[in-house]
């Protein structure tokens, strides 16, 4: 019995390591939408380059064009009033350009941007 809940907890524990949260913040720096095709990218948000986040004018990855709409406008209050923004990851990445590079659509982001005061 002891040695079941030993193999249990170290399951437990390594599926909690492969999906662990983290965030990113920043300075916004640069937000566009790229004419073709709707998709919302930014230059820089903290250590980000060029994320993929959304589209505006179509759903994408279980986000809503209309939820789209709403993380650019904060973005773009972000970037006007150069407050920082915080997003909020569960992937077994980090907020490095290895683990989420350039131009590529942004993964394992499930909240946020919040404005950092």
């Not at 437990?12 to 566009?32: D, N, P």
């Not at 903290?46 to 759903?59: M, N, Y």
């Not at 993380?71 to 980090?94: E, G, I």
Request: hydrophobic share 40%; aromatic share 10%.
């Amino acid at each position: 019995m002891g040695l079941r809940k030993l193999v249990l907890s170290c399951l437990l524990l390594l599926s909690f390591e492969a999906s662990a949260a983290y965030t990113c913040h920043g300075l916004v720096k640069g937000l566009s939408i790229e004419a073709r095709t709707g998709d919302v990218l930014v230059e820089r948000i903290g250590p980000l380059q060029w994320p993929r986040l959304c589209k505006v004018d179509g759903e994408h990855e279980g986000i809503s064009a209309e939820a789209c709409r709403t993380v650019y406008s904060t973005l773009m209050t972000a970037q006007v009033s150069q407050k920082s923004v915080t997003l909020w990851f569960n992937d077994n990445k980090d907020c490095s350009a290895a683990s989420h590079a350039p131009w590529q659509w942004l993964t394992g982001w499930y909240f946020g941007p919040r404005l950092v005061d």
